[in-house]
Structures are given as structure tokens and as C-alpha cells.
């Protein structure tokens, strides 16, 4: 049964020190009217040394929380609660009080090796911003939560990039490379649903390192160049055949000259290699008729 974080019954610490001082103050006059009873000094004695216990136990129940911190109370095994007023505060001082930060913690999880969705393997490694939020399940629902983080986060990187593709080959799928924000909006979840019976939120996770393996890194390489030089062709054979189109288009409204197809064909080929070509063309002038 997980352990559920609850506020522990506590009080300023400052009235416990002036009072525990005060006590152990007092016992020295106490003790002094000994030598003026010495047929019958045990009340005093007995006085005095209430006094120092009840002082000893009044400064032993005060304990100093700083701001974003904690401390977790168990009496003989027992959960208690939690404080977490900042200041000098006062608990039982039988109780063990044992400290946790409440503040943002972050940490880089190693770079790991792991096959995407489409068997590429590829390095990935992430930033994890986290914080306790559960101090009693924290504590006693598992074993050194601080590591117990790193690992759940590790596992569920890994997870994630194992269904989703390094690079995608459309805008509508989400690959690790292409949709960063998406891809961290899902890992931030996945490492949440791992460390939730940890008592521990995590506030952001991003990808700090992602890149094919070195093995395949050459081949990948040349691939997205192909692809690039491709969809780079594509758009400039579209743009080529819109303006020969237009071009076409306007020599037939205007009158200006009258093609046969065979000469329309000439002229979308030799449109087509100056606006497609790599190189600069060279002009070529007729100087006599059309035909």
C-alpha cells in the first residue's frame, strides 16, 4: 500500500528554546538550595533534575527547515507526517527527523544505443527536470529515489525511441528529429508514469543528444543529402514547369507570336534546361526568320 504524505503537528521552535534555557537556567538555583536542605535534600534534587531533563528534551525537539525543504518525522518506525514550514520549528524529540529538498533537481541521463522503430540504431540521450512532490512516498514506497529516477527515466527514453522513427518521411508522422517539442511533451509523460510511486513530478524533459550510431552515421548521412537533392529538384521542376506554363500562357493572350506544337515543345525544352540546369546556359541567337 503506497504512503500517502500527510503534515506532522509541530510548533515555533523559538518558544521551546527560550523555555528549555530557561529550565536549565533555572536548576542552577535549585541545585544551590541543596547545601541550605541537607537533612532533606531530595526535593531539590529531584527538582533540579526535572528541570535539566525537561530543558534537555525542550532544545532536542528543535530543528532548523530551510526554504524548499522538509523533514520527514517517524516515531519508533512509525510514519508521522511531514513538516515543511520554513524556520525553526518544534516536533517531538523522540521522533527521527530525516531531510528532503523540495526543490528543482535535474540531471543528463547517459547516451544510449537503441534500434528506432525502423531498426535504425541511434544514440539518444535527455535532460530530465524533476522535483519531489510525495515526501512520504519518497522516502518509504522505494529504495534511494534519486536513482531510482535516473533509471525509470533511462527506461523510458528508451521506449520512446523505439517506437518513433529518427526521421520522418512526412510531416504527419512524429519522428525524434523533426516534431522536438512532441517528442519531448511525450517523454516528459512516459518518465511520469514510471516514477509516480516515487512521489516525484517531473517538470521537463528535452532530447540533449540524438545522432545515428557511428556505424550507420556515413550511410544516413548520404541518404538525407540524397533526399534533400531530391526534394530540392522537385520543387525547382514544379517552379519550372508553372513559369513555362505561364509563360506559354501569356505569348498566347498577348498575340505576340503564334506556335505550332512542334515549335511549343522546342521552346518548353529549352525553358525547361535553363531554369532546370545547373550551370549557366548559353544563349544562342537566331538572327534570321522564325522558321
Not at 14 to 35: D, E, N, T, Y
Not at 185 to 197: F, G, M, P, S, W
Not at 206 to 225: D, K, N, T
Not at 240 to 247: I, L, R, W
Request: with cysteine; net charge neutral.
Amino acid at each position: 500500500m503506497a504512503m500517502k504524505e500527510r503534515l506532522a503537528i509541530s510548533s515555533s521552535g523559538w518558544l521551546a528554546i527560550i523555555v528549555g534555557l530557561g529550565l536549565l537556567a533555572g536548576s542552577i538555583p535549585v541545585f544551590a538550595q541543596i547545601a541550605h536542605h541537607q537533612l532533606d535534600p531530595g526535593p531539590y534534587i529531584g527538582g533540579g533534575l526535572g528541570m535539566i531533563v525537561i530543558g534537555i528534551l525542550s532544545l532536542a525537539g528543535c530543528f532548523v527547515i530551510g526554504p524548499n525543504e522538509a523533514r520527514v518525522l517517524t516515531f519508533f518506525g512509525r510514519y508521522t507526517g511531514t513538516v515543511k514550514d520554513a524556520g525553526l520549528r518544534w516536533a517531538n524529540p523522540f521522533t527521527m527527523k530525516r531531510s528532503i529538498s523540495l526543490r528543482a533537481r535535474n540531471f543528463e541521463t547517459a547516451k544510449i544505443k537503441v534500434n528506432d522503430v525502423e531498426g535504425n540504431p541511434i544514440e539518444i540521450g535527455a535532460v530530465i527536470v524533476w522535483k519531489v512532490v510525495d515526501t512520504a512516498m519518497a522516502m518509504f514506497d522505494v529504495e534511494a529515489f534519486e536513482r531510482f529516477v535516473q533509471i525509470q527515466a533511462e527506461t523510458a527514453m528508451r521506449n520512446l525511441a523505439m517506437h518513433h522513427p529518427y526521421d520522418g518521411h512526412d510531416e504527419s508522422m512524429v519522428s525524434l528529429r523533426g516534431q522536438s517539442e512532441v517528442v519531448a511533451e511525450l517523454l516528459r509523460k512516459e518518465v511520469n508514469d514510471k516514477i509516480k510511486t516515487a512521489g516525484v513530478e517531473v517538470i521537463d524533459a528535452r532530447i540533449a543528444h540524438l545522432a545515428y550510431a557511428p556505424e550507420i552515421a556515413q550511410a544516413m548521412l548520404q541518404r538525407q543529402q540524397a533526399g534533400a537533392i531530391i526534394a530540392a529538384r522537385t520543387r525547382i521542376v514544379e517552379g519550372a514547369v508553372s513559369m513555362v506554363e505561364m509563360a506559354l500562357d501569356q505569348l498566347s493572350k498577348r498575340g505576340i507570336v503564334e506556335l505550332d506544337a512542334e515549335r511549343k515543345a522546342a521552346m518548353v525544352s529549352n525553358l525547361l534546361v535553363v531554369l532546370c540546369g545547373e550551370r549557366a546556359t548559353q544563349p544562342v541567337v537566331n538572327a534570321g526568320t522564325l522558321y
